[in-house]
């Protein structure tokens, strides 16, 4: 069973900093597009930024491009999501997921998820 386990949530102060990880059990890393989503209390998840299996395209929604950068380490099977200039709207509990390239389904694994709480 695939296992992806999110880390480095936390509270912070609105326009700090936050670098959370996940990693995981899947055997070729390599084969997967990896994502972050959030879900805000009373909201639906929605999506937040993705990588190509490859690491050469990456994707952000409308409301964190420019202040979060997606990345990935392929050796430690991990992927990451530098959060910079954090909003009290930003507050929302993260995940992770991964989808195998040739898979049909939009997203195949996801993690328990990670609380960001940002104060303002």
């Known amino acids: 069973q695939v296992q992806l386990v999110e880390s480095g949530g936390g509270m912070v102060q609105a326009g700090g900093s936050l670098s959370l990880s996940c990693g995981t059990s899947?055997?070729?890393?390599?084969?997967?597009?990896m994502g972050w989503f959030r879900q805000a209390p009373g909201k639906e998840r929605e999506f937040v930024a993705s990588?190509?299996?490859?690491?050469?395209?990456?994707s952000y929604a409308v409301s964190v491009k420019g202040r979060f950068t997606i990345s990935r380490d392929n050796a430690k099977k991990s992927v990451y999501l530098q959060m910079n200039s954090l909003k009290p709207e930003d507050t929302a509990v993260y995940y992770c997921?991964?989808?195998?390239?040739?898979?049909?389904?939009?997203?195949?694994?996801w993690g328990q998820g990670t609380q960001v709480t940002v104060s303002s």
């Open positions: 990588i190509s299996w490859t690491g050469g395209r990456t």
């Open positions: 899947v055997r070729t890393f390599y084969d997967y597009d």
């Open positions: 997921a991964a989808h195998w390239r040739v898979s049909p389904n939009p997203w195949d694994y």
